[in-house]
């Protein structure tokens, strides 16, 4: 079967598929699969039974198509082709609840280089990694990657990805909710402190910020109370960010600035890196420019100080997406650098920790 005959079998098996006839759409796509000789169609035609299967529940089949979807894109070495196979192996672990595959490989996803498809599908992935994390319970994480998800879908006006997100956030209130439930039963505060914090970020997310300052301020008083310094970081990272969506800048300053001494007080770098980050776009709105450069100066200091860059290039890590590669003894580098570098000790600390085959 040539490459013209292979399309328009794909579309009389969308036409059946679209038609409510699913069982003939699927004997049709599964004929082009044995039949066709055209990779490109074939990727087609296994992306059309991977959601066909998902559609009817039938995980175990889709996840087995996605795996052939991904051997397929390999041999057609195009990088959009393999991040809408990743994604699809992403999807399938999901419905299974293989959470921690799940989020590896929409890592996966994200450490591909720049692909045309990366702006429309990029939403897709951050809210099956989101699924995942609050099938895990990680539910700080899992409203993380929701908020990117309900980014890309206003940013690309992808009103079906928006309908999607909220779904899940409302799975995510849920959870959160029964959490709250039970912490309250139990007396348990830093339980109650985390779940007001989850319930504020969400108001906060769905432009709710008349609720979500209540909370942030409910979850500030336990978190003041039980002495957890990062949990208050994190509450005013919030705060700031609810100034910030009111055109409040100078309020969102003093917020980043409370949080910013709590956060050096107990030497957390990240919550400091992300501080620094978000300084840098208000005073870039304000147009402070020495007080962005200072801002500027200070977020590489902490990445240097977290080693959050490649020992081999340079370059910081997370500024780009590229794919990671942790070595045994802990230092982690760019994957492109440690396959060109072709050393077999770490370059950092010159052990021997790298095995055959490891990269």
């Not at 529940?57 to 979807?69: N, P, S, T």
């Not at 280089?113 to 990694?129: E, F, H, K």
Request: proline residues 2%.
């Amino acid at each position: 079967m040539g490459q013209d005959q292979t399309k328009q079998q794909i579309e009389k098996g969308l036409q059946l598929y679209q038609s409510n006839q699913t069982e003939k759409a699927l004997q049709v796509w599964m004929r082009v699969l044995e039949k066709s000789s055209d990779l490109v169609g074939r990727f087609r035609v296994l992306g059309c039974l991977v959601t066909a299967h998902s559609e009817m529940g039938r995980y175990k089949e889709m996840l087995k198509f996605a795996v052939v979807q991904i051997d397929t894109a390999r041999e057609l070495e195009d990088a959009d082709f393999l991040l809408e196979s990743y994604l699809n192996l992403a999807r399938s672990n999901e419905k299974l609840c293989e959470f921690h595959k799940t989020i590896s490989y929409c890592k996966t996803c994200l450490g591909l280089p720049g692909t045309r498809a990366g702006a429309q599908l990029g939403g897709q992935v951050s809210l099956s990694m989101g699924n995942a994390f609050l099938g895990l319970s990680l539910f700080q994480k899992a409203l993380e990657s929701f908020e990117k998800a309900l980014r890309y879908a206003h940013n690309n006006d992808d009103t079906m990805l928006e309908c999607r997100v909220c779904c899940s956030l409302g799975s995510f209130y849920a959870q959160v909710k029964e959490s709250m439930k039970i912490a309250l039963q139990h007396g348990d505060r830093p339980l109650q402190a985390l779940c007001l914090l989850c319930f504020a970020d969400i108001h906060r997310s769905r432009g709710d910020l008349e609720t979500a300052f209540p909370r942030y301020d409910s979850a500030m008083s336990i978190m003041t109370e039980i002495g957890n310094r990062l949990g208050q970081v994190q509450v005013l990272l919030g705060v700031a960010k609810c100034w910030v969506a009111r055109k409040a800048l100078d309020k969102a300053l003093d917020a980043i600035e409370r949080a910013q001494d709590l956060a050096e007080e107990v030497g957390n770098k990240l919550s400091q890196l992300k501080l620094h980050c978000l300084s840098e776009g208000i005073c870039r709105s304000k147009g402070l420019q020495r007080e962005l450069r200072a801002h500027v100066v200070r977020f590489h200091e902490c990445v240097e100080e977290t080693e959050l860059y490649c020992g081999l290039c340079g370059e910081s890590i997370g500024e780009k997406n590229s794919r990671l590669q942790a070595l045994p003894c802990s230092h982690i580098f760019h994957l492109r650098c440690l396959q060109n570098n072709g050393t077999r000790s770490c370059p950092n600390c010159r052990r021997s920790s790298m095995k055959p085959g490891f990269v």
